[in-house]
């Protein structure tokens, strides 16, 4: 295990371990999900586990992976982006249907900040770790930011992303099954709102409407908690 330790120590073979890590277990999850499409299996809930594993097997931290994968993390801002493509192509859509998008996206914005603002309330988190709770509800990397500015841990508010966008994607689907929602838009928005990233994963796989508006969701509601979330944490404060 020293000899491994040693060889860690390098910048080049630590990137190269954490990257390879990340990415040949997220592919085994996809590989289970595709075998066996259940809920609990869904990649961003079982690759998390597995590197978990092999961080605690190797006695490592969350600092060590951090930064072997941090080249990945700066990828979700062009991956953001790039939902602007399906976007575009559904833009008579949007068009038709803007004031409906745009109430329920100012909605969701406020009840996404004040559920998180509560939910610390309630369970008596205060100070640094209940701002970096505050933007849980937008992508990676609109959060991060809001948290760097409004004074919480930007690495600590990654995490309350990824769970929010897991247990968002899943409560979706479990949503859409039991209730009779049919229209693309509402089922787009549906995700867009309450699981980002994930959610637009999820949202394309059932359609291509489903998945532009959901993307348009998703980037618009990163906008307004970027402009709301700082207010609300000086209010609250």
Known sequence: MASFRQILADPVAHLLFWSAVTIGLYS???????????????????APILIAAVILALRGSYQDYIHGTKWLVLLLGP??????IPIYEQRALIRRHWPVLLVGMAAGTL???ASSWGLATL???????RLSLLPRSISTPFAMEVSSDIGGVPDLTAVFVVLT?????????LILARLPIVS?????????LGAHGAGT???HQIGETEGAVSGLVMVLV??????????VAHVLR
């Open 201 to 203: 994963a999820r949202a």
């Open 123 to 129: 369970v008596g988190i205060d100070g640094t770790l």
């Open 165 to 173: 966008g897991v247990a968002g994607a899943i409560i979706g689907d």
């Open 28 to 46: 085994v999850a996809k590989r289970l999900y595709r075998k066996w499409p259940r809920w609990w299996l869904t990649p961003l809930a079982v």
């Open 111 to 113: 009840a996404s900040l």
């Open 222 to 231: 990163g906008v307004l908690n970027v402009l709301a979330a700082p207010l």
């Open 79 to 84: 991956a953001t982006v790039a939902f602007g």
């Open 184 to 192: 693309s838009l509402a089922r787009g928005a549906l995700f867009g």
